[in-house]
Every structure is written in C-alpha cells, then in structure tokens.
C-alpha cells in the first residue's frame, strides 16, 4: 500500500489530484497538509472527507516539526508537492510569500524526507535510499520565460523566470534537482502548462470569465488579449503525474502539455457563446508588468517514454468546465463573497 503526502491538497489541482486518486486506485492513504490560504478550500474535498482512506492536516510545509511528526507518524513512502502561492499578479504585490513557501518550503519537504528516507541518514557520504520512495516536485512552464512566435519549451530549454511567481517555482526546481544531485534523492519534476476545470479559484482567467459572464460583469482582457498559452485539462493532469510517479526514470523533468495553444481573448470569446453572453462585456485593461507573451509545451519525453497522452480536446474540457460551473454556483458564490472581492478590486479597478 502507498502512504502519500500530498501538500497543497485543498487546492485546485491539488484537490483535483486526491478526487482521481481515490477515483483510481483502491489500496492507498493519502494525507493531505494544506494550511488553507485564500485559494484553499475544503469545499472541494467534502464529498470525500469521511473517506477513511483520506485524512486532512491543516499546516504549513515551511513547519518543520508539523512535517517531521507527519513522517514520524505515516511513514510516508511518495510526497506530491503542489503547495505553492501560483498567482503572478499576487507576486507582484507580496513576492516575499512566495519565496517563504515556494522556495523554503520545499527545502522543508525535501530535507524531512531525505532523512526518513535515507537508510543511514547520518552518513552524509551515503546515497542509498528505501526502496520504492519518490519526491515529486509539481512545477510550471512559466519557469522557461516566454517564447516568440514559434517554438516549443522542452525539458532542456534553459529557465528564465521572468516574475517573482515564476522565479520562486524556478528556484524550488534547482533545490529539488540538488537534492538529487548531491543526495542521490529519488525526485521527479513536472512543469505544466495552464490547467483548467472544476475547483479554481476565480482569480485565474476561466473560471473568472465564467463567474463575471453569469454576474453580468465586465470581463478585463489585460492588454490585447493576444497572449498565447497551452491549456490542459486538469483531470489530464493528474493521470500525468500518475504516470511519473509510477514510471517516471529518477532524477527526471517532465513537461506536461495538453497540445492546445489558444490566446487569451479567444477563450473569453467561447465562454461568452457558450453562457449567451455579448462581447460587449470585454473590458481591455492595462497589461501586468513582465506579462510573458507565449508560451508552448513540447510533451514528446512524457509521451514517448511513459505512454501518457492528455484525453481530452479542448472543446471537450471546456465543455465539461462551464458546465461544473453552472451547477456549482454555491461554491463560487461563497469563494466570491469573501476575501476575493477586495483582491479583485485591487488588481483591476485602477487599469
């Protein structure tokens, strides 16, 4: 039976990712620490909080000893890591958070599992590891920067974060690869591109559209709307990682990428035909400072090398998200009524 830590399991890949675990496979126990900030919510967990094969610890990674007890006490065997601050404009107005928690912890993760993990965690020469445990780092294709017009980020291309959002996932990615290096740790990395579906909270561009579409609001477009990225559906996601966890070489980088570049105001425009609403509702705004204009996922290692594939085409998994949407209106009702209201406000009432 796998033990598995998954931090950052209220949000939402995060949540996404223990809803297809316990969808997927039967002999496992998942713990889920997440210290529920703004974006994590329990609300995306209920329909399985009484599952005994689940169990909820509230906490922040960057707790030493809160992560040392949980080894202590689960003897976990795979850590997950999607807990992380992931949204750029946040981290352009609070960058330290970011580092604390994207950078410190997951230096907190990592080293508290080394040394459960490690046979003899005293030798500091010793390279030898339990068998069958595995460290993944979830990260994101903004850690390459941006692409012109043409291209693709592959596993080599060089990392050139260009906000502090992407410069802290960046960063967490060099300390996972020199645990590797230095420990003989048995660590993945994953960079994804856009994820969508059900649970994301509405400061990101789809699930934002949808909601202000239904609330007759304006829908802000930063710039042009020409910005270009690849979209995969979350449950595609988590069958990805799925995959690396269980076959994935070690000390390895995969790019996870749905094959479905679309620009911004494109997506805009089909959550507008797809709710009957005007285009007379985009509002351009002002771009957001270092706003990369493409980017492009090359997937041929995953695919290749692991047989994974993403299922779902994007008419498909927009299909499927503007229709949880619309019947999940209680659970963004709730989200919007709080706390986002003011960050909404903030980011968009002055461009």
């Excluded at 960063?171 to 590797?180: I, Q, W």
């Excluded at 829908?219 to 020409?226: F, R």
């Excluded at 047989?307 to 299909?319: D, E, I, R």
């Amino acid at each position: 039976m796998k033990t598995i830590l998954v931090t950052g399991g209220a949000g939402f890949i995060g949540s996404n990712f223990v809803h297809y675990l316990l969808e997927n496979y039967d002999d496992l126990t998942i713990v889920n620490l997440d210290l529920l900030t703004y974006a994590g919510n329990l609300d995306n967990l209920a329909d399985i909080a009484e599952d005994k094969r689940y169990t909820f610890v509230r906490g922040d990674i960057h707790d030493r000893a809160l992560v040392e007890e949980l080894f202590d006490k689960w003897d976990f065997d795979t850590v997950v890591n999607f807990a992380a601050e992931s949204h750029v404009d946040r981290s352009i107005t609070d960058p330290d958070l970011f580092l604390t928690t994207n950078v410190l912890g997951t230096q907190t993760l990592l080293d508290v599992a080394k040394n459960h993990w490690k046979l003899d965690p005293k030798d500091r020469y010793s390279r030898e590891f339990k068998e069958g445990v595995k460290y993944l780092q979830v990260s994101t294709d903004e850690v390459y920067g941006a692409l012109g017009p043409t291209g693709m980020f592959t596993e080599t291309t060089p990392l050139a974060p260009n906000s502090p959002y992407s410069a802290s996932k960046a960063s967490a990615d060099f300390v996972v690869r020199a645990y590797d290096k230095t420990y003989g740790m048995p660590v993945n990395i994953t960079r994804c591109s856009n994820n969508y579906g059900p649970y994301q909270f509405p400061e990101k561009l789809i699930p934002l559209m949808i909601n202000n579409c239904l609330a007759e609001k304006s829908l802000p477009v930063y710039g042009d709307g020409m910005q270009i990225r690849d979209w995969l559906y979350v449950e595609d996601h988590c069958a990805a990682i799925c995959a690396v966890l269980e076959k994935g070489a070690l000390g390895e980088v995969y790019n996870i990428g749905g094959n479905n570049e679309r620009a911004n105001i494109e997506i805009v425009k089909l959550i507008l035909e797809n709710t009957g609403k005007s285009e007379d509702l985009i509002v351009h705004v002002k771009d957001r400072p270092g706003h990369d204009r493409r980017y492009a996922i090359d997937n041929t290692k995953i695919t290749g090398t692991l047989g994974w594939s993403p299922k779902y085409t994007f008419q498909t998994g927009m299909a499927q998200t503007i229709e949880w949407y619309l019947h999940h209106r209680e659970w963004m009702d709730k989200i919007v009524s709080g706390e986002y209201l003011k960050y909404y406000e903030n980011m968009y009432a002055n461009r």
